[in-house]
């Protein structure tokens, strides 16, 4: 081989993976479309499709990734390695005062009784207002986060006036079982298992404490590009779709979510009735009420300056929402 055909060769392969990066950072695999989707630790998003038959038929792939919880699910949209990712109602919060390049494109609203602080069987705190000085495991910058502040605020105590121990779920279960928190704010299905495994009380749900906004966040760069935007759209319409097969089948996807996460199925079956939810519109109400959420974090200093979340907000896909409702 001469040095002249050799630096042919080896600019070719340079020009080939300079494009294979290009593609996979624009969400393309050899030309077909890649939807890279955050899934949560418990919540079985990817089953949940499968079981409502919403995985059938797709025009583009899906690259799914595994995440403990709302929050790091956004920062893998912010650093551009997650297209689509469903979380609680603060979540975004944070990652908006970190002016991370998220867009909120759709809200379910759930019932707010598995929304919870509980404590232990043998504990003796039997209100709110009992947390002062003690010990509380919660997900930083999760929707627990907010409901336990909202707890707080409500019973004339702050922040301060505990000692937040900031844990992922799984930890914080293992914390409040050996006796090393007073109390953990969490979300189904952990509030079930606290219950009915551990036989944990609920000292709180989220009844007047907090909304049931769940959000269905993109990043500013998946909506640049237009085939990556339709396979979002047509996800997004298959997500609702699965949500309302699962408020129909309750049975069904008690069972099969209890077989895939391991979960006692009388656990999943109750996190399934606490995890109803309702496909709405993002609108002028839904907004004011995360302004609020925004407002209360950043009152106590637990996020920096103001956030305008209006900013993070495009109603584009709220047709889907209008279809989803008329098909109930």
């Given at each position: 081989?001469?040095?002249?055909?050799?630096?042919?060769?080896?600019?070719?392969?340079?020009?080939?993976?300079?494009?294979s990066?290009?593609?996979?950072?624009?969400?393309?695999?050899?030309?077909?479309?890649?939807?890279?989707?955050?899934?949560?630790k418990?919540?079985?998003?990817?089953?949940?499709?499968?079981?409502?038959?919403?995985?059938?038929?797709?025009t583009?792939k899906?690259?799914?990734s595994?995440?403990?919880?709302?929050?790091?699910?956004?920062e893998?949209?912010n650093?551009?390695?997650v297209d689509?990712?469903?979380?609680?109602n603060?979540p975004?919060?944070?990652?908006?005062?970190?002016?991370?390049?998220?867009?909120?494109?759709?809200?379910?609203?759930?019932?707010?009784t598995g929304?919870?602080i509980?404590?232990?069987?043998?504990?003796?705190?039997?209100?709110?207002?009992?947390l002062?000085?003690?010990?509380v495991?919660?997900?930083?910058g999760?929707?627990?986060?907010?409901?336990?502040?909202?707890?707080l605020?409500?019973?004339?105590?702050?922040?301060?006036?505990?000692?937040?121990?900031?844990l992922?779920?799984?930890?914080?279960?293992?914390?409040?079982?050996g006796?090393?928190?007073?109390?953990?704010?969490?979300?189904?299905?952990?509030t079930?298992?606290a219950?009915?495994?551990?036989?944990?009380?609920i000292?709180?749900?989220?009844r007047?404490?907090?909304?049931?906004?769940?959000f269905?966040?993109?990043?500013k760069?998946?909506?640049?590009?237009?085939?990556?935007?339709?396979?979002?759209k047509?996800?997004?319409?298959?997500?609702?779709?699965?949500?309302?097969?699962?408020?129909?089948?309750?049975?069904?996807?008690a069972?099969?979510?209890?077989?895939?996460?391991?979960?006692a199925?009388?656990?999943?079956?109750?996190?399934?009735?606490?995890?109803?939810?309702?496909?709405?519109?993002?609108?002028?109400?839904?907004?004011?009420?995360?302004?609020?959420?925004?407002?209360?974090?950043?009152?106590?200093?637990?996020?920096?300056?103001k956030?305008?979340?209006?900013?993070?907000f495009?109603?584009?896909?709220?047709?889907?929402?209008?279809?989803?409702?008329?098909?109930?």
């Amino acid at each position: 081989m001469t040095r002249r055909h050799a630096a042919v060769l080896l600019l070719a392969a340079l020009l080939v993976a300079a494009t294979s990066c290009s593609s996979g950072d624009e969400g393309t695999e050899s030309g077909e479309v890649v939807l890279r989707v955050g899934d949560q630790k418990g919540a079985s998003l990817q089953e949940m499709l499968g079981a409502a038959g919403q995985l059938d038929g797709l025009t583009y792939k899906i690259k799914w990734s595994l995440f403990t919880s709302g929050p790091p699910i956004l920062e893998g949209v912010n650093a551009g390695a997650v297209d689509f990712g469903s979380v609680g109602n603060t979540p975004p919060v944070f990652a908006a005062a970190s002016k991370a390049r998220i867009v909120i494109v759709g809200a379910t609203e759930s019932r707010l009784t598995g929304q919870a602080i509980v404590v232990p069987k043998d504990s003796p705190l039997r209100s709110p207002a009992e947390l002062k000085g003690k010990k509380v495991a919660v997900a930083k910058g999760s929707s627990a986060n907010y409901h336990l502040l909202s707890v707080l605020k409500k019973n004339g105590l702050g922040f301060d006036d505990i000692q937040p121990q900031y844990l992922q779920p799984a930890d914080a279960l293992t914390a409040l079982t050996g006796g090393r928190v007073d109390a953990w704010a969490t979300w189904e299905p952990y509030t079930a298992q606290a219950e009915l495994e551990n036989g944990a009380r609920i000292l709180a749900d989220g009844r007047g404490y907090t909304n049931g906004y769940g959000f269905q966040v993109t990043s500013k760069n998946t909506l640049k590009d237009k085939r990556r935007t339709a396979a979002l759209k047509d996800f997004l319409a298959r997500y609702q779709r699965a949500i309302q097969w699962s408020n129909t089948h309750p049975d069904q996807w008690a069972a099969i979510w209890a077989k895939q996460t391991r979960l006692a199925e009388p656990v999943a079956r109750r996190a399934v009735d606490r995890r109803l939810a309702d496909i709405i519109p993002i609108d002028d109400q839904v907004i004011a009420s995360e302004q609020q959420i925004a407002d209360s974090f950043s009152g106590v200093g637990l996020i920096p300056g103001k956030v305008t979340i209006a900013d993070f907000f495009d109603r584009r896909f709220n047709d889907l929402a209008a279809a989803a409702q008329e098909g109930k």
